[in-house]
């Protein structure tokens, strides 16, 4: 089993910023993506960014977010994050963390329990 925990959602106004975490812990093995989704109230679930395992700078981002989030991980705490800049009231929305990995050969995928975040003066 492996744990992800968030935290970082929250109130903001329109034009500030947040910054999520995630923490995966227990029988990690190697993770090999982590991922930031998000899903709004009435709309599908949507891909935010991504990063892959390695050195961390394969990245990938929503055209809808591009130039203002910024996804990192760091290895060491089996952490990703999510900088969230210039947040809009669209962005307003569920945020979930996703990985990806194996353990001794078996392949995982888990979710993290999600966290608001909401955009409005």
């Known amino acids: 089993q492996v744990q992800l925990v968030e935290s970082g959602g929250g109130l903001v106004q329109p034009g500030g910023s947040l910054r999520l975490s995630c923490a995966a812990s227990g029988s990690i093995g190697s993770i090999n993506v982590m991922r930031w989704y998000r899903q709004a109230p009435g709309k599908q679930r949507e891909l935010v960014a991504g990063i892959a395992a390695d050195d961390g700078r394969s990245t990938h981002y929503a055209d809808s977010v591009k130039g203002r989030f910024t996804i990192s991980r760091d290895n060491a705490k089996n952490t990703v994050y999510l900088q969230m800049n210039s947040l809009k009231p669209e962005d307003t929305a569920v945020y979930s963390c996703?990985?990806?990995?194996?353990?001794?050969?078996?392949?995982?995928?888990?979710w993290g329990q999600g966290t608001q975040v909401t955009v409005s003066s």
């Open positions: 996703y990985v990806w990995g194996d353990n001794s050969g078996r392949v995982y995928e888990y």
